[in-house]
């Protein structure tokens, strides 16, 4: 084992999108011994992982767009401006009422007159959130776009996004929630990059998820752990299923691990 990597929401993350500090700090310190590289693998941006858990990790950010660490940036793929404003319109002319997020390296951008409690709920996944009347004022590449819905529909009507599979990698990962990154960024792919960068193989990684955009994750990875709490095809893919992310799951299965 050479690599931990983990999900951040309803995997390392609990309902309140917290986690035990000190018992990360053990974690940590104990991996960092053994020479056990750590990371996080999110559809967050990496800013707001470095928020939440400071910047002494990898991080395989933005649905594996972007690898930082350190406040250092080791690869991007980001979604040129021409097709996410295309993409944007398509999102649009579904007619649906959802929030569309669109990321760019600087910030988010969500559209204007949403409800307090929508906006509060997209700052939990995003570091800087502005609001803006028309997305096509955005003039920079994206690193994700994303669509919220509070209603948990996304499976419903993900597939009438089918047109643009072959431009951009799209996924429903939960009910609520689609990720859009440009074509060959996911999780995966920004696992297998992260392991170029630091020499270790398939067979030298560990991860644990709950999610659909998790399974690319799973791919690139020797040994898949399930969250308790994980979707039943989730489980299907897994070697193994533990805990969940409100009982301190990933690192209670680290704890055993390590033998600590």
Known sequence: MKLVITDLDSTFLDKDKNYNVEHYNKIKQELKVRGINFAACTGKQAEKVEEI???????????????????????KNLIPNKLGQEFIVAL?????DFNIVASTEDRSYIPTGRSVAEINRIKKSYHLVTEISDFKKITQDFTKISVYDANAHTFDYCHRLDDFKDRLFIVAPEPNWIDISNLGAHKGSGIEKLQEILGCTKEDTICFGDGYNDLEMFNQSGVKFAMGNAFDDVKDKADFVI??????GVLRALDKLLMI
């Open 53 to 75: 858990m400071g910047t002494d990790l990898w991080i395989v950010g933005d649905g594996g767009a972007r690898i930082k660490h350190n406040g250092k940036f080791y690869y």
């Open 92 to 96: 649009q002319n579904l007619n649906i």
């Open 243 to 248: 805990k969940t992310n409100n009982q301190d």
